[in-house]
């Protein structure tokens, strides 16, 4: 697994964002991420990669919040659109195998959480 | 304060997997991002493979392995370029370390590149190279199951080989199921089942990657 080389990606882009924001990587509190469950990415694996590597960092206050998204397929035959389980990518509205997948194959960074402070708005 | 950023983590690797396929494309070679468990038989699909397009169809290797430049020495007899990547514990190759193999790889010589994973059916899943597509091999000793289990390395794949099926009559080894799963996940990907030992099935898969050469 390399759950912690995306922890490493994933702090890497954090910490970037949010300097681009006038915030600090010390302020930030809450980082929100989107798994896809065929994303390959194992969240229980990520959550202990995270605790690893924030630990005695500049990151140390920061907590994961991980949603986990299941498949969302779109029909090229009926048109209808589904989230469905991800060891069954079958249209179930009709039955059809030729789908498109529109989500649940990424790994996201959504949304960071920055503590206001004086002579920063949080940002 | 919350910033909104909807992002992919792997951003990064996606540029450069798109630099790769830029660059691939304007050579015009038609590459394969090779996946499967350790020991399914990328190495010996690709002998057999190399065997029979030699003097037909010009192939490049790129081989991904942990540890050990084995690979690369079995395919040098087949006079090809090959280059070993060895990600020295890493359980995937990512685009930066294809990027790096590509820098001094001979490519408008070729027509086929085959890259060949780290044996392993979970993490390359997640890893764009920039290829022209994904092949992932699944052996009959494997078992049956394996495309139900490991829906992600399948799911974008544009092919499908069985491989070792003269296995078949010791394995317990549901095909039909086999293939009913793989459809479940990914009915589009193109299908094969191959024996390099006996040479079974070898035919269509030959036929099939020539058909693949761009120019």
């Known amino acids: 697994v390399h759950e912690l080389s995306l922890i490493t990606d994933l702090l890497c882009q954090v910490k970037k964002v949010v300097a681009e924001n006038g915030g600090f990587t010390e302020d930030i509190r809450i980082i929100r991420v989107t798994v896809g469950r065929l994303s390959g990415v194992e969240p229980e694996a990520l959550r202990f990669a995270f605790i690893t590597t924030i630990t005695d960092s500049p990151f140390a206050l920061a907590e994961l919040e991980i949603t986990m998204q299941e498949p969302a397929l779109h029909c090229r035959v009926c048109g209808s659109k589904n989230e469905v389980t991800a060891v069954k990518l079958v249209c179930p509205d009709c039955g059809s195998q030729d789908i498109e997948i529109e989500a649940g194959r990424d790994f996201l960074l959504t949304s960071i959480d920055v503590e206001e402070k004086n002579g920063n708005k949080g940002l | ?215």
């Open chain 2, 1 to 215: 304060m919350e910033i909104k950023v909807y992002e992919k983590i792997l951003k990064a690797n996606d540029v450069l997997a798109a630099a790769n396929r830029e660059k691939m494309k304007s050579a015009g070679v038609t590459s394969f991002n090779l996946i499967s468990s350790p020991g399914t038989g990328k190495t010996t699909l690709l002998e057999k493979t190399l065997e029979r397009l030699a003097g037909r169809v010009a192939c490049g290797v790129i081989e991904g392995d942990v540890q050990t430049d084995r690979d690369a020495r079995r395919l040098q007899q087949y006079q090809i370029p090959v280059v070993q990547i060895n990600t020295d514990g890493g359980c995937h190759l990512d685009a930066n370390m294809v990027a790096v193999a590509l820098a001094d790889f001979p490519l408008v010589a070729q027509q086929l590149l085959f890259i060949e994973n780290v044996g392993n059916l979970v993490c390359p899943a997640g890893y764009d190279l920039g290829t022209d597509g994904k092949i992932v091999l699944l052996s009959v000793p494997e078992g049956d199951d394996k495309p139900a289990k490991y829906p992600a390395a399948i799911v974008n794949a544009a092919v499908v080989v069985l491989t070792k099926i003269d296995l078949l009559p010791y394995c317990n080894f549901n095909e039909e199921k086999f293939w009913e799963d793989i459809a479940n996940v990914n009915a589009a990907a193109t299908r094969f089942t191959v024996s390099a030992a006996t040479g079974a099935g070898m035919d269509e898969w030959i036929v099939w990657l020539g058909k693949q050469v761009k120019s």
